[in-house]
Nanobody, 125 residues
Framework: QVQLVESGGGLVQAGGSLRLSCAAS????????MGWFRQAPGKEREFVATISRNGGSTYLADSVKGRFTISRDNAKNTVYLDLNSLKPEDTANYYC??????????????????WGQGTQVTVSS
């Protein structure tokens, strides 16, 4: 079965950095668009970043542009999210997701077929 396992979350001070990883198994990884979403307590899950199947195209939410970077290593079946210049408002549970049928990138939750369990990022002020 398909599994997406996130890691790398933690507690960091404002201005700090983290690297999140999402290891995929049970699927042909380079057939899937990959994305990252986040959900803070009491809020809707929101789009953060997405990357095309070959890694050639990326798209990030305006709130994280210039601070976060998405990348993937198809040989390792892993997608990454580098979080820099973190702010308290970045505190959330971060989820990776896989989209089998999309075009180049995908920004809507409903486009994704599989989801991980999430990794918590907490940014202190």
């Amino acid at each position: 079965q398909v599994q997406l396992v996130e890691s790398g979350g933690g507690l960091v001070q404002a201005g700090g950095s983290l690297r999140l990883s999402c290891a995929a198994s049970g699927l042909t990884f380079d057939n899937y668009i990959m994305g990252w979403f986040r959900q803070a307590p009491g809020k809707e899950r929101e789009f953060v970043a997405t990357i095309s199947r070959n890694g050639g195209s990326t798209y990030l939410a305006d709130s994280v542009k210039g601070r976060f970077t998405i990348s993937r290593d198809n040989a390792k079946n892993t997608v990454y999210l580098d979080l820099n210049s973190l702010k308290p408002e970045d505190t959330a549970n971060y989820y990776c997701a896989a989209d089998r049928d999309g075009g180049r990138v995908a920004v809507q939750k409903y486009e994704y077929n599989y989801w991980g369990q999430g990794t918590q990022v907490t940014v202190s002020s």
